[in-house]
């Protein structure tokens, strides 16, 4: 049974980093594409990075480029979210997905349709 653990959320101003976490187990993590989401109240889910199963590709929304890097350990079935110049409208609830494919919508685009698997998600709220 896949299981994902988010850590890292919190409360930042605005400028702010934090770096959110993803533990994964249950399933074969080094085949996995991996995702994160985030949904602010009243919002629909929002794809915000994507990274291949071997690191090599990633994809970001638009809102985020620039301020926002995904990674993966393999090694430690890990995926990782840094976040940078954090903005009030970052402010959402986090989730980290994953996907039965190793590769990225290939469109770059970053869809929920595409993963299978989903976390409980982490609060993260910028504010001053």
């Known amino acids: 049974q896949p299981q994902l653990v988010e850590s890292g959320g919190g409360l930042v101003q605005p400028g702010g980093s934090l770096r959110l976490s993803c533990a994964a187990s249950?399933?074969?993590?080094?085949?996995?594409?991996m995702g994160w989401f985030r949904q602010a109240p009243g919002k629909e889910r929002e794809g915000v990075s994507c990274?291949?199963?071997?690191?090599?590709?990633?994809n970001y929304a638009d809102s985020v480029k620039g301020r926002f890097t995904i990674s993966r350990d393999n090694a430690k079935n890990t995926v990782y979210l840094q976040m940078n110049s954090l903005k009030p409208e970052d402010t959402a609830v986090y989730y980290c997905?994953?996907?039965?494919?190793?590769?990225?919508?290939?469109?770059?685009?970053?869809?929920?349709?595409?993963?299978?698997?989903w976390g409980q998600g982490t609060q993260v709220t910028v504010s001053s």
């Open positions: 997905a994953a996907a039965p494919l190793p590769l990225c919508n290939r469109w770059s685009v970053i869809l929920s349709a595409d993963f299978d698997s």
């Open positions: 249950g399933f074969t993590f080094d085949y996995s594409a």
């Open positions: 990274i291949s199963s071997s690191g090599s590709s990633t």
